[in-house]
Structure formats: C-alpha cells, structure tokens
C-alpha cells in the first residue's frame, strides 16, 4: 500500500492548533485530522491552505444572546515557519506575490506532513491585495473569488516553487480549490505542444485528480458570475470550454471539480446517496468520516486506554478491546472529564450545573438545519420529564455565520428558553465554540444530541469525539449515525431514517422522539441502573470509537483514491 510520490490535499481551512485560529468548524477540524493520520501512517502528503491571519471570529454573545464578531488576534511567527519561496497570481489585471509559512505536523511514527499557509500580507502588495488571504469565509463575492483562485492556483504555484514537483494527486476537500485544474489544464497542454486546451488534457488532468465534497445544502457549493470571474481572473485558456464549470451562467466550483476528478466521494454512505441524487451524471463513491484519535480522547481516557490497550495510537482498530475494561475504571475517567466540563461551566456562567446530573450537549454551528433549538418544543414536557423521570442539565455551544440572521436567532430563542427552564432546568450556552472548548464538550457531558433536518446531515463528527469518550450519542438517523447506531448499544436513534433523499422536518415528531427516548429509556438507564449506562458507554468506545476514525478514513482513501 506504499505511496512512492505526493499527495497534494488542499483545504480553505485547517484546524490543526488550538491557538491558531484557522478554520471555522467541521471542514477544517476534518482537514487537521486528516492530515495527522497521514502522518501517523506516514502517507507522503504536503497540504496547502490559507493564512488567515484575522481568524473566523470570536464570538461574543450578549445578555439575550446577541452575537458579536471581533477578529481574532494571533502572532503567526510564534507557530509559523516563513518559506523563502514566492509565487505571485494576477487578480484583475495587478499582480498579487505570495508567500508561505511552514507548519510541520510530527505522526505517531515521526513521520512529517508539512502544511503551507498561503499568505498575501506582503509590502510588495497593494493594501487590498495584502488583505486577501486575512478572513477566513469573510468579505464578498470578489473576496470569496480571490480567495479560490490564490488557494487553487497560487497554492499549487507554491507547491512548485517550494519543489514539490512530484505530485501524484491533487486531493481537493471541498470545491474551493478547484482553480487548480486551470494550471494543470494549461500544463497539459502546452505539454502536447499546443495553445488550445484538447479532450486529452480533460483526461490528464483528472486522471490527477481527487474530489471529496462535504455538504447537501446549497450554501456550500460556491458559485461566482462568469462576469465576475472573467474579470477579476482574466482571459483564461479554461474559459473556452465552459461545459467544465458552467451553470446558469455561474462558475460553480463544485462542478468544475467533478468534472476534473478521477475518483469523488461523499463523507458517508447516505450523503453519497444524497450526492449521486444531486449530480446525476457523476460517480460518487463515499468514504465516511473520522476524527483523529489520539486528538480528541480527553486525558482521563488516555491514561485508561494506554493501560489497557498500549497500542490504541497507533492501530485506532484495537480500541474494540475497550470490551474489557471494567465499568468502574470507565466510569471513573468518565467522572474526571466531566467535572473538568463542568467546572469550566459554572466558572463561565456561575449557573451552579451539578456534576452528579445527566448532562446533555449540543456543540454545532448554528444554522437553521442544524435544528439546536428541537429540544425546546415543548418546554412543559421538559420540566415535566425533569421532575418525573430524573433531572438533567444541557451544555450548548456554537457560531453562526456573521451572515446568517436566523442562525443568529436561534442563539437568541435558546437563551430565551433557557430563560423559561431556569431553575428546574439549567441550561448553559457558551460563547466561542473552538477546537479547546469543543474538545472538552464532546468528553464531558453523559449525552451527545444531534438533531439535523434530515438528510442536510452529510457526515457530522462532534459524535465521533463523544463516542471514543465513551459518551453515547441521542441522533438523528442521518450522517454518519445511520452506520454507528445501534440501538440501546451504541447510543439513541431520534425517530427513524429516512427513505430515499427527500428533506424532510417533522419537529413536531422528531422532538417528541427526543422526549420519549429521554423519558422512557435514558434518564431511567442513567439513574437506576448505572452499569446498563455504563456497558452503552463501553460499545460506543469498542464499536464506534474503533471504525469512526481518521486513521480508517486515510486508509481508505489511499486504496480507493490515491492508488492507482
């Protein structure tokens, strides 16, 4: 299964440190894993991304719940290796020159994956053109364009200048960087000894070619008027055959990458089901999502896992033996990263939450489809569950997009509900959901909720980290929860799954599935009879710790896509 050139994977975003503020949630969190497995199984990969020196944001949320954004401050020569290499691309008629900066990411075995930051915040450069590189998912539609076009274009001019001439494939994580194929469409050609891009150089470029998209919404396939983009990219040999990436007169970036790629997956089986409704005319494999490991275990499990299963960091797979730990053991290191959540709670809100009460969390990005407010449709019947079945508390966190109003209204209509719960129920969201704070989420609470409006869902991985935490998830059949759940084993379906690729958004059903699982099943499990809770908590570390990994995930894409 050996690698002999270069995997090139390219990410608007990597989330790959804590206190580099350089993703905005999932995709980039996804990206960072990915490529710490590469190095822990020493695949030859080089990634490549954009250096947002101002961040995403950090939110800050009022007394109702307004959010804020302030840029997010952070000194890139304390994590960062500047290259001496230059590349430069030509954004409406003006040369941009770039740079990279170096940060190299060690593997289980010292393997090294570098990842490139690419930079415009150069004093060669203009005072638009320095800041193009700054905002992650920031400005307008130019912005978003210039943005595409250093990441595909200057990104792989990069990669040439730093000498990585060996590339085998070009593995694109979204369609954000899709304008790399216009470099390798032009490179074919003038190969071939000809001016005009041919049928040959369609099949050399995708025979190089990887595509992984991640979403069903459409928010999340960029698309750009061709008029933008003949302006602000100029007349490009691409351009003359607009069947690649033309759609109602746009630049669709999602387009443009499938027609350019030899293999193409969805993130799980069912959104690979969503995505062959979507584009028809395509192959769409998939290849279910992962979280690295040994990133998202919380210490506790760590010290119970290297004593239990020494090899668990370097062969994910051996965490099926999880089976053999006593409940006791589990339980214990269980205790320890929820009082760490919960002290980190009451420190941020001074709500006073209990570590000796079920605890409940929800960590998303808040968006309409993601549904975070489901659990307060019936506020009556949650405090009638609270005082007849068992208390519980709740743990929410989460952004939304600068951009997205009703996103923002769901902040506000959680803080009005926690509002009206209060005190029987306590609620806490917490403001600036990163990589830390997800981190002690996901290890910390005794119930993960996911309640999407299905089948928006493609993959999800915040209950990947619960699971190998021994926290067992409450979801709906959506995502990747369709393959990790087994009933009353792994975790908690919410309703059932649904047929076909239709959207479908029953809250009235969905929440009152939550109400009865939590009623009838969960908080009985919980209180009285600990160590049924506990074997939930084992089968999810044994049976979807060991599979829903990133170390699984690598190795399939290296003998589906990467291989020959």
């Given at each position: 299964?050996?690698?002999?050139?270069?995997?090139?994977?390219?990410?608007?975003?990597?989330g790959?440190?804590?206190?580099?503020?350089?993703?905005?949630?999932?995709?980039?969190?996804?990206?960072?894993?990915?490529?710490?497995?590469?190095?822990?199984?020493?695949?030859?990969?080089?990634?490549?991304t954009?250096?947002?020196?101002k961040?995403?944001?950090?939110?800050c949320?009022?007394?109702?719940?307004t959010?804020?954004e302030?840029p997010?401050?952070?000194?890139?020569?304390?994590k960062?290796?500047?290259?001496?290499?230059?590349?430069?691309?030509?954004?409406?008629?003006?040369?941009?020159?770039?740079?990279?900066w170096?940060?190299?990411?060690?593997?289980?075995?010292?393997?090294i994956?570098p990842?490139?930051?690419?930079?415009?915040?150069?004093?060669?450069?203009g005072?638009?053109q320095?800041t193009?590189?700054?905002?992650?998912?920031?400005g307008?539609l130019?912005?978003?364009?210039?943005?595409?076009?250093i990441?595909?274009?200057?990104?792989?001019?990069?990669l040439?200048?730093?000498?990585?001439?060996?590339?085998?494939r070009?593995?694109?994580?979204?369609g954000?960087?899709?304008?790399?194929?216009?470099?390798?469409l032009?490179?074919?050609?003038?190969?071939?000894?000809?001016?005009?891009?041919?049928?040959?150089d369609f099949?050399?470029v995708?025979d190089?070619?990887?595509?992984?998209?991640?979403?069903?919404?459409?928010?999340?396939?960029?698309?750009?008027?061709?008029?933008?983009?003949?302006?602000?990219?100029g007349h490009?040999?691409?351009f003359?055959v607009?069947?690649?990436?033309?759609?109602?007169?746009?630049?669709?970036m999602?387009?443009?990458?499938?027609?350019?790629?030899?293999?193409?997956?969805?993130v799980?089986?069912?959104?690979?089901?969503?995505?062959?409704s979507?584009?028809?005319?395509?192959?769409?494999?998939s290849?279910?999502?992962?979280v690295?490991?040994?990133?998202?275990?919380?210490?506790?499990?760590?010290?119970?896992?290297?004593?239990?299963?020494?090899f668990?960091?370097?062969?994910?797979?051996?965490?099926?033996?999880?089976m053999?730990?006593?409940?006791?053991?589990?339980?214990?290191?269980?205790?320890?990263?929820?009082r760490?959540?919960?002290?980190y709670?009451?420190?941020?809100?001074?709500?006073?939450?209990?570590p000796?009460?079920?605890t409940?969390g929800?960590?998303?990005?808040?968006?309409?489809?993601?549904?975070?407010?489901?659990?307060?449709?019936?506020i009556?019947?949650?405090?009638?569950?609270?005082?007849?079945?068992?208390?519980?508390?709740?743990?929410?966190?989460?952004k939304?997009?600068?951009?997205?109003?009703?996103g923002?209204?769901?902040?506000?209509?959680?803080?009005?509900a926690a509002?009206q719960?209060?005190?029987?129920i306590?609620?806490?969201?917490?403001?600036?959901?990163?990589?830390?704070?997800?981190?002690l989420?996901t290890?910390g609470?005794?119930?993960?909720?996911?309640?999407?409006k299905?089948?928006?869902?493609?993959?999800?991985?915040?209950?990947?980290?619960?699971?190998?935490n021994?926290v067992?998830?409450?979801?709906?059949?959506?995502?990747w929860?369709?393959?990790?759940?087994l009933e009353?084993q792994t975790g908690?379906?919410?309703?059932g799954e649904v047929?076909?690729?239709e959207t479908?958004?029953?809250?009235?059903?969905?929440?009152?599935?939550?109400?009865?699982?939590?009623?009838?099943v969960?908080?009985?499990?919980?209180?009285?009879?600990?160590?049924?809770?506990?074997?939930v908590?084992?089968?999810?570390?044994?049976?979807?710790?060991s599979?829903?990994?990133?170390?699984?995930?690598?190795q399939?894409?290296?003998v589906?896509?990467?291989?020959?």
């Open positions: 299964m050996k690698i002999n050139q270069t995997i090139a994977y390219f990410s608007m975003e990597i790959i440190d804590p206190e580099m503020p350089t993703y905005s949630g999932g995709l980039g969190i996804l990206a960072g894993d990915t490529v710490r497995s590469a190095a822990d199984l020493g695949v030859p990969m080089v990634a490549v954009l250096l947002h020196r961040g995403y944001f950090r939110q949320l009022g007394e109702d719940g959010q804020t302030q997010v401050s952070w000194t890139v020569e304390d960062l290796t500047e290259m001496e290499s230059r590349t430069m691309v030509v954004l409406e008629g003006i040369t941009v020159n770039l740079r990279a170096r940060y190299d990411v060690v593997g289980a075995t010292g393997h994956v990842i490139y930051f690419i930079d415009s915040d150069l004093p060669e450069n005072d638009e320095r193009l590189t700054n905002h992650l998912y920031g307008d130019k912005y978003r364009i210039c943005q595409e076009f990441l595909g274009i200057g990104g792989l001019r990069m040439r200048a730093l000498g990585h001439a060996d590339v085998r070009f593995h694109m994580n979204e954000h960087a899709s304008f790399l194929t216009f470099v390798l032009a490179e074919s050609a003038k190969a071939a000894g000809r001016e005009e891009i041919a049928d040959e099949g050399n995708r190089r070619c990887i595509f992984t998209t991640h979403t069903p919404v459409p928010a999340g396939h960029d698309k750009f008027p061709i008029e933008l983009a003949e302006r602000v990219i490009h040999k691409a003359k607009k069947d690649l990436f033309l759609e109602n007169g746009e630049v669709n999602t387009y443009l990458a499938l027609n350019l790629s030899r293999y193409v997956n969805g799980a089986k069912k959104h690979g089901e969503v995505s062959r979507m584009f028809e005319n395509h192959e769409i494999d290849i279910t999502n992962g690295h490991a040994a990133t998202w275990t919380c210490p506790s499990f760590q010290e119970l896992f290297d004593r239990h299963i020494p668990w960091r370097e062969d994910n797979f051996s965490l099926r033996h999880a053999g730990i006593p409940s006791e053991e589990i339980w214990h290191a269980h205790l320890e990263a929820k760490a959540l919960i002290d709670v009451n420190a941020e809100t001074g709500l006073g939450m209990d000796n009460i079920l409940i929800f960590a998303r990005r808040v968006t309409a489809y993601k549904r975070a407010d489901l659990l307060f449709e019936d009556k019947r949650l405090k009638k569950i609270a005082r007849g079945a068992g208390a519980f508390q709740i743990v929410f966190a989460g939304a997009h600068p951009k997205d109003e009703p923002k209204d769901l902040i506000r209509s959680i803080y009005k509002a719960m209060n005190p029987e306590k609620v806490a969201f917490i403001e600036n959901y990163n990589f830390t704070l997800g981190a989420i290890s609470v005794d119930i993960w909720l996911n309640n999407p299905p089948p928006l869902e493609a993959s999800g991985t915040s209950g990947m980290k619960s699971a190998i021994g067992p998830s409450l979801s709906i059949l959506d995502g929860w369709i393959e990790g759940c009353g908690w379906a919410i309703g047929d076909g690729v479908a958004d029953d809250r009235d059903a969905d929440s009152a599935s939550i109400y009865d699982k939590l009623e009838n969960i908080i009985p499990l919980y209180y009285g009879d600990r160590d049924g809770f506990i074997d908590m084992r089968v999810a570390i044994a049976v979807n710790g599979y829903f990994n990133t170390q699984r995930m690598m399939e894409y290296v589906r896509a990467y291989l020959d």
